[in-house]
């Protein structure tokens, strides 16, 4: 990459150029109006390089905010993401080069992985899973999370992951809402040298809970579990008995692919929706694209199953380009902060796709992890899941990427399935902390209140004016919120909850999110989820969650706590609080900060003003409008007591 004309603005080198598939700024503008001007031609032309069963009649119809793409399109997810590669030339290819954090290795062709995924879809079938159930899986980042995953796929069956790092609450929550009777697990996972205890936490979610039908576990840390007769069963089990051959059947384009529950401004997660045709057309694109897949990658992407980077761009978009990729199933700093750029050399990653939280802590490790590490063979880097400070993208430009790796900083959400804004690398000049350009077929746009598209950087809310073939159908089980949530704001237009501006290049440049959910690295976290967590302990009377600016995690979580009569604010319940939390909803909620208050500060109509409070713990001190405040010696006595800290 050169460094013109601006030392900020760096242009695709033309190395990279000469290359990509798309080569300059000017041919991503041409092919961009034409995608916005006919964008079901250009979807179509998209999909037809998928595997279809039957094609579709009509591309899309829209009547906001229901979408139907492909109609009357039939398929099965998993001939695009697996047989039409292991039918033919890439049979032999390494589709998934497994890491784990113990440092055991394992390859799977794109045979052996379809193989895999044709036995454990006989095991499901086994178990009475049918096309349309919907099936828990609470894996570790091991190839078996993606195999149960396609497994589900190929039946039809709609897969809803939880992270491994959510607790046995969580996991209770997701299966009432989703209905889901069947769960797919390990007896644990490695994380930091420790074993997660994920059998464990799942006995624990389903203790006295009769309507599961099964438990299949992987067996993969080898600690000791608790069995179930007639509902748990080991995999290997299973397995062992299952034929390998599967003939899959097709689904409508529109059969549900997976639920995948995220936070919002409630304690409830909404339990996002995706369906088949559409969502596999936008993760296909955006990864042949913004990530220009080529078979002679080795592509890594250090997400988790658990969150849609997983779905996405580990599972779905990467397997149906017949690319070969790197799955690590640990942390990053295990044994020490070496281990990413140590895989990186040794598995000879290419292309390399991670969050900015991850890299604010390798920076602040220091740079004598990396140094001494060969990263030449990487081409292309990526980044994920908050804005990008440019601090750190110079440094993961310059120490990773050798100041010759395009970064391509991608926006994008759950509810969007695939990225949406961000550069393409042979095309677009970069500048660190922009996402850059719409995507081909993405009409994003900047609105103020009044439905104004903002001039040039002004702040308002982020949109979307044109339907998409990956966006997300509905939240399971709640069309109104889904109303409410996307599509109320401005009619017909769908809001991301995100605040943004672009600059007179035209760059997104995203500021942050509108709604009460906090970005914790680069984890969504409704302050809702946290409050409602702590108020469910039997010492907290009321609780108000905020976050602060935090240099490695993006924001921290704040939580003012006032407690009920006949409970003391001592250090010990101030950690039980913090631990309560950790158990009720998973480690990365834990309140950072936790303040016992006398009181919260709140409207003349009894409304926590949780605005005065983010002030608070970002600056010290409250000023601005406080005529809203019914009692001003509550903000006071906060502000003495965060001062003496
Ligand atoms: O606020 C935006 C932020 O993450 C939110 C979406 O979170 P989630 O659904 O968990 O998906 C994360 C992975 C796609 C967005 O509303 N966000 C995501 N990517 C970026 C970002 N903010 C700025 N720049 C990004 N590249």
Same mark, same amino acid.
């Given at each position: 990459?050169?460094?013109?004309?601006?030392?900020?603005?760096?242009?695709?080198?033309?190395?990279?150029?000469?290359?990509?598939?798309?080569?300059?700024?000017?041919?991503?503008?041409?092919?961009?109006?034409?995608?916005?001007?006919?964008?079901?031609?250009?979807?179509?032309?998209?999909?037809?390089?998928?595997?279809?069963?039957?094609?579709?009649?009509?591309?899309?119809?829209?009547?906001?905010?229901?979408?139907?793409?492909?109609?009357?399109?039939?398929?099965?997810?998993?001939?695009?993401?697996?047989?039409?590669?292991?039918?033919?030339?890439?049979?032999?290819?390494?589709?998934?080069?497994?890491?784990?954090?113990?440092?055991?290795?394992?390859?799977?062709?794109?045979?052996?992985?379809?193989?895999?995924?044709?036995?454990?879809?006989?095991?499901?079938?086994?178990?009475?899973?049918?096309?349309?159930?919907?099936?828990?899986?609470?894996?570790?980042?091991?190839?078996?999370?993606?195999?149960?995953?396609?497994?589900?796929?190929?039946?039809?069956?709609?897969?809803?992951?939880?992270?491994?790092?959510?607790?046995?609450?969580?996991?209770?929550?997701?299966?009432?809402?989703?209905?889901?009777?069947?769960?797919?697990?390990?007896?644990?996972?490695?994380?930091?040298?420790?074993?997660?205890?994920?059998?464990?936490?799942?006995?624990?979610?389903?203790?006295?809970?009769?309507?599961?039908?099964?438990?299949?576990?992987?067996?993969?840390?080898?600690?000791?579990?608790?069995?179930?007769?007639?509902?748990?069963?080991?995999?290997?089990?299973?397995?062992?008995?299952?034929?390998?051959?599967?003939?899959?059947?097709?689904?409508?384009?529109?059969?549900?692919?997976?639920?995948?529950?995220?936070?919002?401004?409630?304690?409830?997660?909404?339990?996002?929706?995706?369906?088949?045709?559409?969502?596999?057309?936008?993760?296909?694109? &955006?990864?042949?694209?913004?990530?220009?897949?080529?078979?002679?990658?080795?592509?890594?992407?250090?997400?988790?199953?658990?969150?849609?980077?997983?779905?996405?761009?580990?599972?779905?978009?990467?397997?149906?380009?017949?690319?070969?990729?790197?799955?690590?199933?640990?942390?990053?700093?295990?044994?020490?902060?070496?281990?990413?750029?140590?895989?990186?050399?040794?598995?000879?990653?290419?292309?390399?796709?991670?969050?900015?939280?991850?890299?604010?802590?390798?920076?602040?490790?220091?740079?004598?992890?990396?140094?001494?590490?060969?990263?030449?063979?990487?081409?292309?880097?990526?980044?994920?899941?908050?804005?990008?400070?440019?601090?750190?993208?110079?440094?993961?430009?310059?120490?990773?990427?050798?100041?010759?790796?395009?970064?391509?900083?991608?926006?994008?959400?759950?509810?969007?399935?695939?990225?949406?804004?961000?550069?393409?690398?042979?095309?677009?000049?970069?500048?660190?902390? &922009?996402?850059?350009?719409?995507?081909?077929?993405?009409?994003?746009?900047?609105?103020?209140?009044?439905?104004?598209?903002?001039?040039?950087?002004?702040?308002?809310?982020?949109?979307?004016?044109?339907?998409?073939?990956?966006?997300?159908? &509905?939240?399971?089980?709640?069309?109104?919120?889904?109303?409410?949530?996307?599509?109320?704001?401005?009619?017909?237009?769908?809001?991301?909850?995100?605040?943004?501006?672009?600059?007179?290049?035209?760059?997104?440049?995203?500021?942050?999110?509108?709604?009460?959910?906090?970005?914790?690295?680069?984890?969504?976290?409704?302050?809702?989820?946290?409050?409602?967590?702590?108020?469910?302990?039997?010492?907290?009377?009321?609780?108000?969650?905020?976050?602060?600016?935090?240099?490695?995690?993006?924001?921290?979580?704040?939580?003012?706590?006032?407690?009920?009569?006949?409970?003391?604010?001592?250090?010990?319940?101030?950690?039980?609080?913090?631990?309560?939390?950790?158990?009720?909803?998973?480690?990365?909620?834990?309140?950072?900060?936790?303040?016992?208050?006398?009181?919260?500060?709140?409207?003349?109509?009894?409304?926590?003003?949780?605005?005065?409070?983010?002030?608070?713990?970002?600056?010290?001190?409250?000023?601005?409008?406080?005529?809203?405040?019914?009692?001003?010696?509550?903000?006071?006595?906060?502000?003495?007591?965060?001062?003496?800290?």
């Amino acid at each position: 990459m050169s460094q013109k004309p601006s030392p900020d603005i760096y242009k695709p080198s033309k190395e990279f150029s000469k290359q990509a598939r798309i080569s300059s700024l000017a041919e991503y503008k041409r092919m961009w109006q034409e995608s916005i001007a006919q964008p079901e031609k250009f979807w179509a032309e998209q999909a037809q390089e998928l595997t279809w069963r039957e094609p579709w009649k009509k591309v899309l119809e829209w009547k906001a905010p229901d979408a139907k793409w492909f109609v009357g399109g039939k398929l099965n997810i998993t001939e695009s993401c697996l047989d039409r590669h292991a039918t033919g030339p890439r049979k032999n290819k390494a589709a998934i080069i497994f890491e784990g954090e113990p440092g055991d290795r394992r390859t799977l062709t794109y045979a052996q992985l379809h193989k895999e995924v044709c036995q454990f879809a006989n095991v499901l079938i086994g178990q009475g899973v049918k096309s349309k159930d919907r099936v828990l899986i609470y894996m570790p980042m091991i190839p078996e999370a993606a195999i149960a995953m396609l497994a589900c796929a190929r039946l039809g069956a709609v897969h809803s992951v939880v992270f491994g790092g959510f607790s046995a609450e969580s996991i209770a929550d997701r299966l009432s809402d989703s209905g889901a009777v069947h769960i797919i697990t390990a007896d644990g996972g490695w994380r930091r040298g420790k074993v997660v205890p994920l059998k464990d936490n799942v006995d624990e979610a389903i203790k006295g809970n009769r309507e599961i039908k099964s438990v299949i576990v992987y067996q993969r840390t080898g600690q000791q579990v608790a069995m179930q007769k007639d509902r748990d069963h080991w995999w290997h089990e299973l397995t062992a008995t299952a034929s390998s051959r599967h003939q899959a059947k097709a689904f409508d384009s529109e059969h549900p692919l997976f639920i995948l529950y995220t936070s919002g401004s409630t304690g409830k997660p909404k339990g996002i929706l995706h369906t088949t045709g559409g969502y596999l057309t936008g993760t296909y694109t &955006t990864c042949k694209y913004i990530f220009d897949m080529r078979d002679d990658d080795i592509y890594w992407c250090t997400a988790d199953v658990g969150w849609i980077t997983g779905h996405s761009y580990i599972v779905y978009g990467p397997l149906a380009m017949g690319v070969t990729q790197v799955i690590y199933e640990g942390a990053p700093n295990f044994p020490d902060f070496g281990r990413f750029w140590k895989m990186i050399e040794d598995h000879g990653v290419t292309i390399f796709y991670t969050a900015p939280t991850a890299i604010r802590a390798f920076i602040k490790a220091g740079d004598a992890f990396v140094e001494n590490h060969d990263l030449s063979s990487l081409r292309l880097l990526g980044s994920v899941g908050e804005p990008i400070n440019p601090e750190a993208w110079r440094w993961y430009h310059q120490k990773i990427g050798g100041g010759r790796c395009p970064i391509v900083d991608t926006w994008w959400q759950t509810e969007t399935g695939a990225i949406m804004i961000s550069p393409l690398p042979g095309a677009t000049p970069l500048e660190p902390g &922009t996402a850059t350009l719409p995507f081909f077929g993405v009409d994003a746009a900047i609105l103020d209140d009044s439905g104004k598209e903002c001039k040039a950087n002004e702040q308002g809310r982020l949109v979307i004016r044109k339907p998409w073939p990956s966006m997300t159908r &509905t939240i399971y089980g709640d069309k109104a919120r889904f109303k409410k949530t996307y599509w109320s704001d401005y009619e017909g237009l769908y809001t991301a909850g995100d605040s943004a501006r672009r600059d007179k290049r035209g760059n997104f440049w995203i500021v942050g999110r509108l709604d009460d959910v906090l970005n914790v690295s680069g984890h969504r976290l409704g302050t809702a989820e946290v409050e409602s967590a702590l108020v469910g302990h039997k010492a907290v009377a009321e609780a108000a969650v905020v976050g602060r600016p935090d240099d490695l995690k993006g924001q921290a979580v704040v939580a003012f706590v006032t407690l009920k009569a006949g409970f003391d604010e001592t250090p010990t319940l101030q950690k039980e609080l913090r631990d309560h939390v950790g158990k009720v909803i998973g480690a990365i909620a834990k309140p950072d900060d936790l303040h016992f208050a006398p009181a919260l500060p709140k409207t003349r109509s009894g409304k926590i003003i949780r605005r005065l409070l983010k002030e608070l713990v970002t600056t010290g001190s409250v000023s601005g409008n406080l005529t809203t405040l019914e009692d001003f010696s509550v903000i006071e006595s906060l502000q003495q007591r965060l001062a003496k800290r």
